[in-house]
């Protein structure tokens, strides 16, 4: 499977628990997209970081796009790449944070650890 494969393969993933299995329906609300609008800015500047320098590289057969034909450099926008990373990772995020506020609210819901549970423990008092 390919990086975009599996990317869109997580989206949708993600995207039918909240709306089908769990019903969240947390797309569906204005503050999600804000924010997924803020995650995104942090998450492309860590990107920007991680893959401009080189630290994380991606084969050009794997994503949408392909390198940069000078020295493997790739591009900061453009060629399937935004912020030096591939578009994936915006999917891989997108998933990420829809299917971790989908469970953590369906959890709430169903009133699981009502009482927090931090602190000393209970016998010392």
Avoid: H
Wanted: charged share 15%; hydrophobic share 50%.
């Amino acid at each position: 499977m390919t990086y975009t494969q599996l990317a869109i393969g997580a989206c949708c993933i993600a995207l039918i628990l909240d709306l089908l299995v769990l019903r969240t329906r947390l797309v569906r609300r204005k503050i999600f997209w804000t924010s997924c609008a803020i995650i995104f800015f942090f998450q492309l500047l860590t990107n920007a970081a991680f893959t401009g320098q080189g630290i994380v590289r991606y084969s050009g057969s794997a994503i949408v796009g392909s390198s940069s034909p000078i020295a493997g450099t790739p591009r900061f926008i453009g060629d399937g790449r935004v912020f030096f990373a591939p578009v994936e990772d915006l999917g891989f995020g997108f998933a990420l944070v829809l299917l971790t506020l989908s469970l953590w609210v369906w959890l709430g819901k169903r009133g699981v650890q009502q009482r927090p549970t931090s602190g000393p423990p209970r016998w010392r008092r």
